[in-house]
């Protein structure tokens, strides 16, 4: 691009607005746009007089498409900020395009006078009038980019510049919504954030000081560093937000006066006040004093010194200046550039300070000496030193480099400031309608979601929840809360929390008596204040809480329904229902966001997570979404103390509630008092020890909500301190009430711990549970860990009463989180969790879909399938699952299963969960058509089929079957050895290494491995144990090889290592790991043994063998020896009246594979070929000519498959689908399918 073409861009963005460089940068953006003259329209719309002054049209473009764009430069009254009244700006825009038949704009928002500017692409959005209320105006989305003078435009440049260096094409109006992607910035900043925060690890990983002080405070350096680094990394991102609304650094101590101004002050002051200002004022000209800098930063300059210098300006118009004034680059500026003259460390020597002195202390009139301005007071533990790190005792020093490296790199600097301030940072939060391009506080959200799993430099991330999921999720949940509370129609409410701005800026342009002609539904407003009271009183819990996304999402949703109330209420104020007019004003004030999100935290979000450094992120995001609302105005004139949030977010295992086998808490204590009370004969000791609990909670109570906006150090320690020693009072009268003196012990041991091994639900949110019975929604996305490989973090809780109760083998981490979030729920409660999508049919989810069927009705199950929900989960196959506890009335379940593939994307995503996509198929399902047969199959197309010519009634006809494969035939898992060879898992197992490679055999050795072929050649005795042995890909349809690379060293029990000396001499150097087996599988067998070794027999004679994960039914049949691993099952026959050959043709015709499909396992499109769904399929029970002639027919395919050139063969190929295709005709006339049956088998099955 030529250098003209740059010179334009940097002139446009970098500087403040000018219509001049702006029209240039239309003509050469558009290339053939049609230019206009400079009309300056005032005639603005009555609604938008208070907010704008005037505005120009400058161009007008057609793209190819034929769809019309408008450029526009808005200038806005001096009052109204560009980043306030964002809806009212919309709108306007909207109002322009519908009116002249518009599809979108491109828009300068300015302000005549202030440095920035907002560069806006406003598309209207016909599908939200669609699908959604009955309004006057077209809404628009908005996309924007702030520039101007002092603003980082790195991103909007690099965006634009493809279509504006680009002088042969014009730009469609999709490229250009493109140009404003937010998830490019998403995406480019997770990058470098993440190149940061690992250089920050690795350093303090090595540095001295930071391990002796992590061992010190008994944690373990690589956990420590990582919780270290993620901290530091989101503090720092925390004050680039902070000041963004010009908080950092506001003046009130002038560094320069004049002889005339400090006379005045002088003589207004006390005597102490002007012997302060004799002190710290010098004369430098005739006219001029100056501050003395050197003086009040020093350690002999004393606080309450301070204190009395700020006095002296305090509330002085002329110095003390106003929250908001200070510099938005504090951090660069200020900070750095001091550190920067004064030779300094930047992290010992002030940010360490700024932290943990400046932010965390409160002080009279904010003002901090050190830095000459007013900081304010965050409080909350934000800025506490991390788990009580002695900041001020230890020379920790972190390189400047780390920080900020651009002297010596200059435009390629990447220390973590030059990266941060590269890009604009909003505290505008992201709506559905409007989203700057900039980090806003959900996307430094989403970065620190995907950071959570990041420990190196080859880990990926954590899975980050789309945001239409999260969404979703939250609004669905909140939806069927209300309608359960409230009682109104469930649709009403949902276009009410979907659609509610929309409505409410409709009802608001109406100038109309309340009620009159609204938008709004009739029983959403006679219902508006019921509808307010269950929004405040909800309780919500996030089990997992992650990176926040989900209490964070519901906490947004609670507030902007409750703030879209607000308008009605004032209406209806306006109109005297209220008797005494309280006047909007007071309204807003009593309900601004702000206090309405201090509030929905403080009573109706809570979570845990294990993750310490998840629960910190957690806090901060919830400490940044109030700080976003907070608005410096008459009420609140300076900014408010952080609250604590450490009585609603805690760190611990949620699915552990007892410490070894012992329940530490009494949940009676948490029932209605009547219960207890009239009980004729309990005995008074019980009715003492109530009455005690009953005292103790109340306390608890009553100090858990003075903590949560305690500012005062003391106080919080005193509080804390009390708080802990009721709940150790609940608990401890709990062990003495059963007796139990060595528990008692015991815990006094727990208590000295860091952490403690165990989260008590009812304990720690004992509020909640007693006046509600517990949670009204629990929602979040749970880990998916299975329990192979990871037995330590299943054990723990296998062995608890709650485990006892509902582990089983094979089982996934996620199914406990379902388990608990009944148990947590109260009777009316909604579930919503998103996981993968096996446990519909998994074995190991038995327990759980039973717990599922008997305590919750099934509203939702969206399936996506093959669909792609996370970027870092190739993989993994997802489902929304959304239950509820009520149970007395009848609920249709939803269910969606998508036949998409490939990414998902926000149209897809909101097309899927609106119930409107294409590519989806939409059920609506009896509770009792859901669940199938003892196992519990969830089914989401029902269990039973009644339409006629579907795969249902394919199924149906399968189904009616009596005689099932399990019944006439043995089906057996492959070989389980427990160790078939060296991995990178088991080979740290070893102690001595020195002769040993990952990929040795163990059990299992390849005569392709050159180390493994020279083994099996030195065997003497040895050789009579080994065995042919193959695997899941050695398997076809009909075919399976019979040539083996590899051998397996096979016995039914322990080895003769008398018989067999060379086998015991080859097993000797992997005892560690074989010993191993025996605890991670709670077994006793001998450590020679194979784990799982099963009959020989069946390996032996004839059997048909199968893949246990297969896209289609590949079934093959052999009769010599092949043994298989666990990855294949082996059937062989039981009732003589099934030939295997005939059960092989039934098993892999087409109608059997949509059998296996619909009602078998699947793992998104993948068959899953166990032991039971292969039990289950229906077989037909025929005479023996029926049978012979199929049999006939796979011989003839046998006799093909088993040469040596089959695979190669294309010809051969084709004769076997052709000998395939006639025994599908013979299936198809056994279960007399209809021709338009037939044709949907052959449509589901594809292409040969």
């Known amino acids: 691009m030529n250098q003209t073409k740059m010179n334009l861009l940097e002139d446009t963005f970098g500087n403040s607005f000018n219509i001049d460089s702006f029209r240039r940068f239309t003509r050469e953006f558009f290339n053939e746009a049609e230019m206009l003259s400079e009309s300056r329209r005032i005639g603005i719309p009555r609604e938008y007089n208070d907010h704008i002054n005037a505005y120009y049209t400058l161009a007008k473009y057609e793209d190819s498409e034929a769809n019309n764009i408008i450029v ?72 924007s980019y702030l520039v101007g003078k002092n603003e980082p435009n790195h991103t909007a440049r690099a965006q634009l510049l493809p279509i504006f260096q680009d002088d042969k094409h014009n730009p469609s109006l999709d490229e250009i919504e493109g140009a404003f992607s937010v998830e490019k910035v998403t995406r480019d900043f997770f990058t470098v954030y993440k190149e940061k925060y690992l250089d920050l690890k690795e350093y303090l990983e090595t540095n001295t000081a930071f391990i002796e002080e992590t061992k010190s405070l008994g944690f373990e350096v690589d956990k420590f560093a990582e919780q270290f680094a993620k901290k530091l990394m989101g503090q720092l991102a925390f004050l680039y937000f902070l000041q963004k609304k010009g908080w950092l650094g506001v003046r009130i101590v002038p560094k320069e006066i004049t002889k005339g101004d400090l006379t005045l002050v002088y003589n207004s002051v006390n005597k102490v006040k002007k012997d302060m200002l004799e002190k710290v004022y010098t004369k430098i000209d005739e006219n001029t004093y100056a501050l003395n800098i050197e003086l009040i930063s020093s350690k002999d300059f004393t606080d309450h010194e301070a204190e009395i210098l700020s006095d002296i300006f305090k509330s002085n118009d002329k110095f003390d200046r106003p929250w908001g004034s200070g510099s938005r680059q504090f951090i660069r500026k200020i900070l750095w550039e001091h550190c920067e003259r004064n030779n300094k460390n930047f992290f010992n020597d002030y940010l360490e300070p700024f932290f943990y002195d400046a932010l965390n202390k409160k002080r009279k009139n904010h003002y901090f000496k050190s830095f000459n301005s007013k900081i304010p007071f965050l409080n909350g533990g934000l800025f506490e030193p991390i788990e009580g790190y002695h900041w001020k005792d230890i020379n920790f020093q972190i390189p400047n480099h780390i920080f900020s490296n651009k002297k010596e790199k200059n435009r390629k600097a990447d220390g973590i ?27 430094l959200g989403r970065i620190f979601e995907e950071l959570l799993e ?36 469930y649709e009403d409410m949902k276009e009410f929390i979907l659609y509610g701005e929309l409505i409410r800026d409709a009802d608001n342009r109406r100038n109309v008596g309340y009620g009159k002609g609204f938008t709004i539904k009739e029983s959403i407003l006679n219902n508006i204040s019921e509808i307010d009271d269950a929004l405040r009183d909800v309780r919500v819990a996030d089990p997992a809480v992650g990176s926040g996304a989900f209490p964070l999402g519901m906490l947004n949703e609670i507030v902007k329904a409750r703030n879209n109330i607000t308008e009605y209420i004032i209406r209806k104020d306006k109109e005297g229902a209220f008797g005494e007019k309280y006047g909007e004003e007071f309204i807003r004030n009593w309900r601004s966001p702000y206090q309405m999100k201090l509030d929905t935290i403080k009573d109706s979000i809570f979570a845990v997570d294990i993750e310490p450094s998840a629960i910190d992120i957690t806090k901060l995001r919830l400490w940044l979404s109030i700080v976003v609302d907070q608005e410096i105005d008459g009420i609140n004139i300076e900014p408010n103390p952080l609250p604590n949030l450490d009585m609603n977010i805690h760190v611990g295992n949620s699915l552990i509630d007892e410490y070894e086998g012992i329940k530490l808490f009494d949940k009676s204590i948490l029932e209605k008092k009547k219960k207890n009370e009239k009980k004729k004969n309990q005995k008074i000791e019980q009715m003492r020890l109530f009455f005690d609990s009953e005292e103790i909670l109340n306390e608890m109570f009553e100090k858990q909500s003075q903590y949560f906006a305690e500012v005062d150090e003391g106080n919080k320690e005193f509080l804390k301190l009390r708080i802990d020693e009721l709940r150790d009072q609940l608990i401890n009268q709990r062990l003495r009430e059963a007796g139990n003196t060595e528990a008692i012990e015991k815990y006094k041991e727990i208590k000295k711990e860091k952490t403690k091994p165990y989260f008590i639900w009812e304990l720690e949110f004992a509020k909640v549970f007693k006046e509600k019975g517990g949670f009204d929604i629990v929602i979040g996305n749970p880990p998916y860990v299975g329990e192979s490989g990871n037995k330590d973090i299943f054990r723990p809780i296998a062995e608890t009463e709650f485990g006892k109760k509902h582990y089983l083998g094979k089982m996934d981490l996620f199914y406990f989180f379902f388990h608990i979030a009944l148990d947590i729920g109260n009777e009316n409660s909604e579930i919503s969790f998103i996981t993968t999508n096996y446990y519909p049919t998994a074995f190991g989810a038995k327990r759980l879909r039973l717990d599922l069927k008997e305590r919750s009705y099934i509203r939702k199950l969206i399936d996506f399938n093959e669909l792609k929900i996370f970027d870092s989960a190739r993989g993994q196959h997802n489902m929304i699952t959304i239950l509820t ?138 050789v009579e144990l080994l065995r042919d042995f193959y ?70 004679e004839c059997k048909i063998v199968v893949p246990y994960r297969a896209k289609k039914n590949n079934f093959a049949y052999n009769d010599v020896e092949w043994f298989c691993r666990s990855d294949v099952y082996v059937i062989t026959q039981k009732d003589p009246k099934y030939n295997l050959k005939y059960l092989l043709a039934l098993l892999n015709s087409k109608p059997y594979y949509t059998w296996l499909y619909y009602k078998g396992k699947r793992k998104g499109e993948t068959l899953e070929l166990f032991q039971v769904p292969l039990s289950e399929i229906p077989i037909k029970n025929v005479n023996q000519n029926t049978q012979n002639k199929i049999i006939s027919i796979v011989d003839d395919i046998l006799d093909i498959t088993i040469q040596e050139d089959y695979l190669r063969n294309l010809e051969k190929h084709n004769k076997v689908s052709e000998y395939a295709r006639e025994i599908d005709q013979i299936v198809y006339d056994l279960y007399n399918f209809t021709e338009e049956e037939i044709k949907l088998i052959e449509e589901h099955y594809g292409e040969e």
């Not at 880990?459 to 109104?488: D, W």
Request: aromatic share 10%; with cysteine; net charge negative.
């Open 885 to 1022: 506890k009520r149970k007395d009335e009848d609920i249709i379940a939803e269910t969606c299963l998508t036949s998409r593939t490939g990414d998902a994307d926000s149209k897809i995503l909101n097309a899927i969960t609106s119930w409107e996509d294409k590519q989806s198929k939409y059920n609506n399902l009896n509770q009792d058509n859901i669940y199938e047969g003892e196992e519990n199959y969830i089914r989401l197309n029902g269990v039973l089929g009644s339409t006629v010519n579907s795969i249902e009634s394919v199924i149906g006809k399968l189904s009616k079957l009596e005689v099932r494969l399990g019944d006439i035939a043995e089906i057996n898992q492959g070989v389980v050895t427990g160790c078939d060879y060296i991995s990178g898992r088991n080979i740290n197992k070893i102690t001595d290494k020195s002769n040993i490679e990952k990929n040795d055999g163990i059990f299992v050795l390849d005569m392709l491995n050159k180390r493994d072929s020279k083994k099996l050649n030195d065997f003497n005795e040895g």
């Open 454 to 489: 990041v420990s190196d430099r080859k880990s990926k991330g954590a899975f980050y929840t789309p945001r239409e999921i999260v969404h979703y999720m939250c609004q669905e949940s909140l939806i069927n809360h209300l309608v359960n509370e409230v009682g109104v129609p």
């Open 72 to 143: 526009l430069a808005v200038e806005l009254k001096r009052h109204t900020s560009i980043d306030r009244a964002r809806s009212m700006q919309r709108n306007f825009i909207s109002k322009i395009l519908d009116d002249e038949g518009l599809e979108a704009a491109i828009v300068a928002f300015y302000t005549e006078g202030e440095p920035s500017w907002r560069l806006s692409f406003v598309r209207l959005d016909y599908t939200l009038t669609e699908k959604g209320p009955d309004i006057d105006l077209t809404p628009a989305r908005r996309y």
């Open 417 to 443: 400031l030059d990266i941060f301030d590269r890009f604009n940072f909003t505290i505008n939060e992201a709506e559905p309608l409007e989203k700057d391009i900039a980090v806003d506080p959900e996307m």
């Open 1031 to 1100: 695997k899941n890909s050695d398997i076809e349809r009909y075919w399976c090889k019979t040539y083996p690379e590899k051998k397996i060293i096979y016995y039914p029990d322990k080895l003769d290592g008398n018989k067999y000396p060379d086998i015991l001499e080859h097993l000797l150097p992997y005892k560690e790991i074989l010993e191993s087996r025996l605890k991670t599988y709670n077994e006793k067998y001998h450590w020679t043994a194979i784990h799982r070794p099963r009959s020989e027999r069946i390996f032996n």
